[in-house]
């Protein structure tokens, strides 16, 4: 119930502040002046991500579906079938036992946990003006590749395609890592317990960019030319 109850006020919480962000977008955003470039020609001068494939910014209602719409699709909820396996291998936690109930039991925490982190970032990345996708690396080199997918695990693109610390990637993590705690039973329900899952969040999120670097149909279809 208290899972029910935690993805219910994630949802009412992304709900209210989609539109509110949206009127602000409308509002702070100016006409192209002529001869400007967009983002998706340019890399800026001295941006932390140089020579990575770009892309058209996402508008507030773009990230609202990356983050929240799509955390409800295939990605999430395969994703937290995956993450109840685990937890049932290990009877983590305890409380909850084994079987169908406790299989249930840890897939309902998984898909209201990562509502949560994603509900948190759609705000802070909206707030931030951030771009939540990950930008694949135009450089052949598999070395340079791999350095280009673990520094997105911390930095990102902006809407103006600048680059940045990904405020709402990183803080999300860690946020939602402790919400999870509001349904969490004693033995996984400490202060450590969330910073533990907000640092595997993080590993998940390396894992991702890994994937979206060398798998292109991995990509969002905006960014699945080249390679």
């Known amino acids: 119930?208290?899972?029910?109850?935690?993805?219910?006020?994630?949802?009412?919480?992304?709900?209210?502040?989609?539109?509110?962000?949206?009127?602000?977008?409308?509002?702070?955003?100016?006409?192209?002046?002529?001869?400007?470039?967009?983002?998706?020609?340019?890399?800026?001068?001295?941006?932390?991500?140089?020579?990575?494939?770009?892309?058209?910014?996402?508008?507030?209602?773009?990230?609202?579906?990356?983050?929240?719409?799509?955390?409800?699709?295939?990605?999430?909820?395969?994703?937290?079938?995956?993450?109840?396996?685990?937890?049932?291998?290990?009877?983590?936690?305890?409380?909850?036992?084994?079987?169908?109930?406790?299989?249930?039991?840890?897939?309902?925490?998984?898909?209201?946990?990562?509502?949560?982190?994603?509900?948190?970032?759609?705000?802070?990345?909206?707030?931030?003006?951030?771009?939540?996708?990950?930008f694949p690396s135009k450089d052949k080199r598999k070395k340079q590749r791999m350095w280009n997918a673990a520094k997105q695990v911390f930095l990102c693109k902006t809407d103006t395609g600048d680059s940045s610390f990904a405020y709402g990637k990183v803080v999300s993590q860690f946020a939602g890592g402790q919400f999870t705690n509001v349904w969490q039973p004693a033995s996984t329900g400490s202060v450590t317990d969330g910073v533990v899952r907000a640092f595997i969040g993080l590993g998940a999120d390396a894992a991702y960019n890994f994937m979206q670097e060398f798998l292109p149909f991995t990509r969002p279809h905006s960014l699945r030319h080249l390679h």
């Open 1 to 134: 119930m208290q899972v029910v109850l935690s993805s219910g006020i994630c949802a009412l919480f992304a709900l209210l502040f989609a539109p509110a962000l949206i009127a602000a977008e409308g509002r702070q955003t100016a006409p192209p002046k002529p001869g400007q470039l967009a983002q998706a020609d340019q890399n800026p001068p001295g941006s932390a991500l140089p020579n990575t494939i770009s892309a058209p910014p996402f508008t507030v209602g773009e990230k609202f579906d990356y983050r929240v719409v799509q955390s409800l699709g295939l990605r999430g909820l395969g994703g937290s079938l995956i993450g109840a396996a685990i937890g049932q291998a290990r009877d983590a936690p305890h409380e909850w036992g084994q079987g169908v109930k406790g299989y249930a039991s840890r897939y309902g925490s998984g898909v209201a946990g990562n509502l949560s982190r994603q509900t948190f970032a759609f705000v802070l990345e909206s707030a931030f003006h951030e771009d939540p996708r990950y």
